[in-house]
């Protein structure tokens, strides 16, 4: 499959997820939704990575899980907890911050190459995520009422949900290279799995499967097949294929699918702050990465309009 396509259908289907998971966590605890998610999804992809499957060297090992800790472990995590206490509508705008910390990353770590005006950009989209993170404080009454500071607890979660799929795409880069994408998938869902463990056990102490109704039942199917089985795998596939720095921009996708389901799943609307900061952390990547001509719909273009015959190698 071609690795643009891979990650602009990723997109949309995380760009679903907040709302849905918002939608599903009505009804099911959060570790226990996210311990179900990723052990289904491993189940799923086992035939995939036992047919692919190849020795690994013992910092690969360390890598792999250290990619998984931060893309599931610790966004996922965080993913859950803050959509429950804050709009599930700023969890895409706050992720769509993540194309400036990967571009920060990609080149320290990566050793890719800098750009022009990157610190103006971003400046701009840090200003942008955190009128959204801040802006209960002016809608919901103060800095120290109850509301207020649950809905930006849950932002706050929100960012630190972003630097952990930071930290997997820094870290997989270079481990994609080495090790067979389903690989990396099946390793990753099963040590997920295993790290919400602990919490699950704990949340079965007040919940039971009993209790599931539609709610419960759209976040396991959503989350199981669409948003990992079906989008981490081609998110690794994706990753493996082009430039670290160039991953983060289908990012934009995600805002847009959020904000049409989160109306009719949990009667969320944007208001004036969503509005603000969206433009603001979409112009800093702008300028920061320079990359109108990166957009996702002009990368597939070269793909299916017939080259050159003076670029055929």
């Known amino acids: 499959m071609n690795p643009v396509l891979a990650l602009i259908i990723t997109n949309v289907i995380w760009g679903a997820a907040s709302p849905i998971f918002k939608y599903a966590l009505i009804n099911i605890p959060p570790f226990t939704l996210a311990f179900i998610r990723f052990f289904g999804a491993a ?26 800790f931060f893309g599931i472990s610790v966004n996922i995590s965080f993913f859950f907890l803050g959509i429950q206490k804050t709009e599930s509508i700023n969890a895409p705008i706050i992720a769509s911050s993540q194309p400036i910390f990967l571009y920060i990353f990609s080149i320290l770590f990566l050793k890719e190459r800098p750009r022009k005006k990157v610190i103006t950009g971003i400046l701009l989209s840090f200003i942008g995520v955190l009128i959204i993170v801040l802006s209960p404080i002016i809608v919901s009454g103060g800095l120290f009422s109850i509301k207020s500071d649950t809905l930006m607890l849950g932002n706050f979660f929100l960012v630190i949900a972003t630097f952990g799929a930071v930290g997997n795409v820094i870290v997989y880069k270079n481990v994609l290279k080495k090790i067979d994408h389903y690989q990396v998938s099946l390793i990753s869902f099963i040590f997920g799995g295993l790290s919400f463990l602990p919490m699950m056990l704990g949340e079965l102490r007040h919940w039971s499967f009993g209790q599931l109704d539609i709610h419960g039942y759209v976040g396991i199917i959503f989350g199981v097949i ?56 979409f112009g800093g990547i702008l300028i920061a990465e320079g990359r109108i001509h990166y957009h996702p719909l002009h990368r597939i273009k070269k793909y ?9 190698r």
């Open 43 to 68: 189940v799923l992809f086992l035939p995939w990575g036992i047919k692919h499957w190849h020795k690994i060297s013992g910092r690969d090992w360390f890598m792999l899980l250290l990619g998984a």
């Open 304 to 312: 299916i309009v017939p080259q050159n015959n003076n670029d055929r």
């Open 226 to 281: 669409f948003s990992s089985f079906i989008a981490y795998g081609l998110f690794n596939y994706g990753i493996s294929k082009i430039k670290g720095q160039e991953v983060g921009v289908f990012s934009y996708i995600d805002p847009v699918v959020a904000v049409i389901l989160a109306a009719p799943l949990v009667n969320e609307h944007p208001d004036m702050f969503f509005y603000i900061g969206s433009v603001l952390v």
